[in-house]
C-alpha cells in the first residue's frame, strides 16, 4: 500500500459512510412523517420508540441499499480526482490503469466483509426488532384484511417415515389435537394422539398431556395411556411460526436450517427463502464488482464533470436493481434456480464492467 493507496482508500471511505449517515438521518425523517399517528396510537415513549423500532429500521434500510449508496459514493470520490485532473497524475507517473484499480478493490473487499457478516447475523436480528413492532403496532391498525385466512393447522414430516399435524398457537407456543403416525412400507405401524401439546423451556423438549399410543403389528396392537409424556421432535416452536417475515428474522445459520427442515417437510414455494440465502451472499460481492465499475466510469475526465458522471451511476444503478427485481421474481413466480436469480445480476454486471473496462483511457 503506498501513499495514492491510502488517500484512495481512506477518502472513499470517508465519503461512502458520510453519505449513508445523510441517507440514514433523512430516511428516519421520513418514516416518522408515515408513522406518526401509529407511534401515537402505541403510546410508547421517544426512547421506547427509538429502542423497540429505529433500532431495527435504521439497519435494515442501510443494508437494502449498501451496495447503491457503495456505487454512487465511489463515483462521486472517483469523478473529483479526475475533475482535479489527479488521475492523470497518477497514470503519468507510470502507473498502470489496473494498479490504479488496487485501492477501489481492497475498498469494495473491506465494505463487501462489512456487509456480508451484516447480512449473516447483524441484520436479521435488527429486523427481528422492526418485525416485531410492525406486527404489534402497525399491522393491527392496517384496515388492510388478507384473502386468505390465517390457518393454525400444520401437517409436517418429521423424520423419513415419521408424519405429524397439529393446531398450533405460536403466541402460546402450545397446541391441541397433535398426531404423529409412523409408516413402514405404506403400513401404519406407530400411531400418538395427544390432548394438548406445549414447549417445556426447562427441558427444551414437547410436553404432552393425555397421550394415548398405539403400536401395532400385524394384527396386534398395544394401546398404552400416559397423563404426561416429554418426546423430542425435529421441530421447535420457532419451525411452527409461519409469517411473512421469516425470512427476513432468521440468521443464516437459522435460515439454512430452517430451508432444511421445510425441504424435509415437502412443503412447496420455497424459492423466496432460497432466492434470500442466495442473495445474502452476492449482495456483498456485488460491492466489489460495482465499486469497480464506478471507478472505471468517473475515471474519465468529462465536460460537464462529476453531473455526468452521477447520471451515469443512477442509470447503472436502477438497471442492477430492475434486474434484481426481475430475476426474483421469475425464480418466486416461476422455475429460475433460486442461486441463478440471485448471482443474475452479478454475472451480467460482470461483462457490464468489463465493457467499461476495456473503454476506459489507460
Not at 80 to 103: C, D, Q, W
Not at 274 to 290: F, G, H, I, M
Request: aromatic share 14%.
Amino acid at each position: 500500500m503506498k501513499t495514492i493507496d491510502w488517500y484512495i482508500l481512506k477518502n472513499l471511505l470517508l465519503t461512502f459512510f458520510y453519505s449513508l449517515f445523510l441517507f440514514a438521518f433523512i430516511s428516519v425523517v421520513i418514516d416518522i412523517s408515515e408513522k406518526t399517528d401509529d407511534f401515537v396510537r402505541s403510546g410508547l415513549s421517544f426512547t421506547e420508540i427509538i429502542k423497540e423500532y429505529y433500532l431495527g429500521f435504521v439497519p435494515h434500510i442501510l443494508a437494502l441499499l449498501f451496495p447503491l449508496f457503495v456505487f454512487l459514493a465511489t463515483i462521486f470520490f472517483t469523478s473529483k480526482m479526475a475533475g482535479r485532473s489527479e488521475i492523470i497524475a497518477v497514470l503519468a507517473s507510470g502507473t498502470s490503469f489496473t494498479r490504479f484499480l488496487r485501492p477501489f478493490f481492497f475498498s469494495g473487499i473491506v465494505l463487501a466483509t462489512i456487509l456480508w457478516l451484516g447480512n449473516r447475523y447483524v441484520i436479521p436480528k435488527a429486523n427481528a426488532i422492526r418485525v416485531n413492532f410492525q406486527e404489534n403496532y402497525i399491522d393491527k391498525n392496517s384496515s388492510y384484511n388478507p384473502l386468505v385466512a390465517n390457518r393454525n393447522s400444520l401437517y409436517l414430516q418429521i423424520d423419513a417415515a415419521s408424519y405429524a399435524g397439529i393446531n398450533y398457537d405460536t403466541t402460546s407456543k402450545s397446541g391441541t389435537n397433535f398426531f404423529v403416525q409412523h409408516v413402514t412400507n405404506n403400513k401404519v405401524d406407530y400411531n400418538l394422539r395427544a390432548e394438548s401439546i406445549r414447549w417445556d423451556t426447562s427441558a427444551k423438549k414437547w410436553r404432552l398431556d393425555n397421550v394415548i399410543e398405539r403400536k401395532i403389528n400385524g394384527l396386534n396392537e398395544t394401546v398404552t395411556m400416559t397423563p404426561t409424556l416429554l418426546k423430542s421432535y425435529s421441530f421447535k416452536p420457532f419451525d411452527l411460526k409461519r409469517d411473512e417475515y421469516t425470512k427476513d428474522k432468521l440468521t443464516t445459520p437459522e435460515l439454512d436450517r430452517f430451508i432444511q427442515f421445510e425441504e424435509m417437510r415437502g412443503v412447496e414455494g420455497l424459492n423466496a427463502l432460497k432466492v434470500e440465502r442466495n442473495r445474502r451472499d452476492a449482495t456483498p460481492a456485488s460491492v466489489v464488482l460495482l465499486t469497480l465499475i464506478a471507478g472505471v466510469i468517473a475515471s474519465r475526465k468529462v465536460r460537464g464533470g462529476s453531473g455526468v458522471h452521477m447520471a451515469i451511476g443512477f442509470i447503472a444503478g436502477a438497471m442492477y436493481i430492475l434486474t434484481d427485481r426481475f430475476s426474483t421474481i421469475f425464480s418466486t413466480k416461476g422455475n429460475l434456480h433460486p442461486a441463478l436469480a440471485a448471482w443474475m445480476p452479478n454475472i451480467i454486471f460482470a461483462f457490464v464492467a468489463l465493457w467499461f473496462y476495456r473503454r476506459a483511457p489507460k
